[in-house]
């Protein structure tokens, strides 16, 4: 999913980031994204038709395009609800870059290596890169999302919020079908039009989608992901990615570093930051990539980040500074590195990351599901938490804490 995307509401600040949600929203409870009738919103698409043909569109594409169309009262309560949504870095990056997440990366990275090298070969994008994107964006092509598209755009646009944004989505989405790439019953994506492997907004994909098949379609929402995963590439490799460089390395800050050099808006070189101190986490000498800046958003004491120009890059994708630590090191990963050195301490509840995936594996043994156990304390481990509570009689919170940890025993 590309930044404008992002600047429109979704994502990693307003679901917090595909990833941090379990990959991208779905129409997971199918009642809240049925079509509903609404007259006012009839009305309005047959305004939007006529701007729209105003624009080029071809009447009979539209008219096909907003044919079983209709308004999805499920997308607007997405829209509502997920723009205060944010969580720690230490929890993006426990499901961002989750052990699971690694390994499947490496198994795709293996199945589809000749795709990605010839990829990364056209473009000079590294296939860790190329598939890290996908991962962190529709779990490797698992979550590309089921919601009509142009019922999502047009119900978007109607509601007004950021009708214009939408409408121009809109707009964009009727020129792709008219263009023949796919045909409206398959383009389908996100709550807010994303779509595909790598979650191209209308917009995006009318930019940098390429036809890597050689098919004549720039096809991203079937199941071969050549299209997408070359598409995602070709949008970085516009952007100014440079081939055999890093996005960054995570390295140790001395004692007593100013935390006030922190942050895209000081830059050095790498002679200047190892004069002062810093030095590569995995030990050694740090790299020299040109002006680098450093990060360290979970603040001192915890894991920080040299990063380079690709990691800007990256953030042309998504301007989001998680997002881009979480590509990057997902990618390190995929490649076959190590976790990260640093550890983050332990949170407002004094729990740290490896007595939180206790407390989930715990409360699952005793028959609390959480879902999983990442380690992120979420609403099934919250909803968990309730029932085991109430049903050994306990003050019933909701929240994780030490004494709940005990209690649960080993």
């Not at 809240?32 to 009447?59: C, E, K, L, T, Y």
């Not at 009262?73 to 997440?101: H, K, M, W």
């Amino acid at each position: 999913m590309v930044i404008t995307r992002r600047t429109a509401g979704l994502g990693l600040a307003a679901t917090f980031l595909t990833a941090c949600t379990g990959g991208m929203p779905q129409s997971s409870a199918p009642s809240r994204m049925r079509a509903v009738p609404n007259p006012a919103f009839d009305s309005w698409v047959a305004g939007f038709r006529a701007r729209a043909a105003a624009q080029g569109i071809d009447p009979q594409v539209a008219a096909r395009a907003f044919r079983g169309a209709g308004y999805l009262p499920g997308v607007i309560e997405r829209d509502r609800n997920q723009t205060e949504f944010t969580r720690s870095l230490e929890d993006y990056l426990a499901i961002a870059a989750s052990d699971e997440r690694v390994a499947t990366g490496r198994a795709m990275l293996r199945r589809h290596g000749a795709l990605l090298a010839r990829i990364e070969a056209h473009y000079g994008v590294e296939a860790p890169v190329v598939c890290a994107i996908w991962g962190l964006e529709s779990r490797y092509g698992a979550r590309r999302g089921d919601v009509p598209v142009i019922s999502a755009l047009a119900t978007l646009a109607y509601d007004g919020r950021r009708g214009a944004f939408y409408e121009k989505q809109l707009i964009a989405a009727l020129r792709i079908l008219q263009n023949g790439d796919t045909t409206a019953d398959r383009m389908v994506g996100s709550w807010a039009g994303a779509m595909g492997h790598t979650q191209f907004i209308p917009t995006s994909y009318q930019a940098y989608a390429v036809d890597f098949t050689g098919d004549g379609r720039r096809d991203i929402w079937s199941d071969d992901p050549t299209d997408a995963l070359a598409s995602a590439a070709a949008y970085l490799s516009r952007s100014g990615w440079r081939r055999g460089q890093p996005w960054g390395l995570e390295v140790a800050l001395p004692q007593g570093f100013d935390m006030g050099l922190t942050g895209r808006g000081t830059s050095r070189g790498a002679g200047q930051w190892a004069a002062l101190g810093l030095r590569a986490a995995s030990g050694g000498a740090l790299p020299d990539h040109g002006p680098a800046s450093v990060l360290a958003p979970a603040g001192a004491g915890a894991p920080a980040f040299l990063v380079f120009r690709n990691f800007s890059v990256i953030l042309r994708y998504n301007n989001a500074e998680k997002y881009g630590i979480g590509i990057g090191h997902l990618s390190d990963r995929i490649a076959g590195g190590p976790p990260l050195y640093g550890r983050f301490g332990p949170d407002a509840t004094g729990l740290t990351l490896a007595d939180r995936k206790a407390l989930q594996q715990r409360l699952t043994r005793a028959g609390y599901d959480t879902q999983g156990a990442d380690g992120v304390i979420g609403d099934n481990t919250r909803t968990a938490i309730t029932a085991y509570q109430r049903a050994r009689g306990l003050p019933v919170t909701g929240a994780p804490s030490r004494a709940l940890l005990r209690h649960l025993g080993g």
